[in-house]
Nanobody, 125 residues
Framework: QVQLVQSGGGLVQAGGSLRLSCVASGRTYSSYSMGWFRQAPGKERELLASISASTSRTNYVDSVKGRFTISRDNSGNTVYLQMNILKPEDTAMYYC??????????????????WGQGAQVTVSS
């Protein structure tokens, strides 16, 4: 079992940066692959970035490549999402998730073992 607690988020101007953190409880954290999703009002939740458990391979959706970076600190049971060059269209609720399934091509796969509580990111123009 793993539980996830998020921190970070907030309001930032376009072009600015934010970092989201997701701390996992449980001794098996390092065995989980991790991902960051976002959901804007009226839209489906989308997977943005993933990092695998075994090799720390990363995958990104095209819209955030080159701007967002996912990383993990297994000693601290934490996964991060560094978001740079933020745009108004990045405004959404952001969630971290854990899974034991990972695709080399697309990243984190269901079933998802746990979700963070969500953090609002608002980018003003």
């Amino acid at each position: 079992q793993v539980q996830l607690v998020q921190s970070g988020g907030g309001l930032v101007q376009a072009g600015g940066s934010l970092r989201l953190s997701c701390v996992a409880s449980g001794r098996t954290y390092s065995s989980y692959s991790m991902g960051w999703f976002r959901q804007a009002p009226g839209k489906e939740r989308e997977l943005l970035a993933s990092i695998s458990a075994s090799t720390s391979r990363t995958n990104y959706v095209d819209s955030v490549k080159g701007r967002f970076t996912i990383s993990r600190d297994n000693s601290g049971n934490t996964v991060y999402l560094q978001m740079n060059i933020l745009k108004p269209e990045d405004t959404a609720m952001y969630y971290c998730a854990a899974s034991r399934s990972y695709s080399f091509f697309t990243g984190l796969m269901p079933p998802y073992a746990a979700w963070g509580q969500g953090a609002q990111v608002t980018v003003s123009s």
